[in-house]
């Protein structure tokens, strides 16, 4: 498990990630990605920690995106991001 600095706000853990897939812990939130070749997309599920879904479906064009541009997705699509923080202040 390693853990990444997003900006100065929180962190996302990394629970396990492989070529394909990953599943991270953001701000008590679950987050699953999961690439699909046929597809060529990334698909992403957020939960909430009462286990309601904040996120559910298909990137849309995605193709190409990298696991760390899916997270970030995952995050803004949940509206997970600290106040005022963007993606791109998530290094």
Do not use: F
Not at 10 to 18: I, K, L, Q, S, Y
Request: charge should be positive; aromatic fraction near 8%; hydrophobic fraction near 25%.
């Amino acid at each position: 498990m390693s853990e990444k600095t997003c900006g100065a706000g929180p962190r996302v853990r990394t629970v396990c990630e492989d070529k394909r897939s990953g599943t991270y812990r953001y701000k008590g939130h679950d987050i699953d990605i999961d690439y699909d070749q046929r597809r060529d997309g990334w698909y992403i599920v957020v939960r909430a920690p009462n286990g309601i879904r904040a996120y559910d479906g298909w990137w849309r064009d995605s193709s190409g995106k990298t696991h760390r541009e899916a997270v970030l997705e995952a995050i803004r699509g949940a509206q997970l991001q600290s106040g005022g923080q963007s993606q791109e202040s998530m290094k």
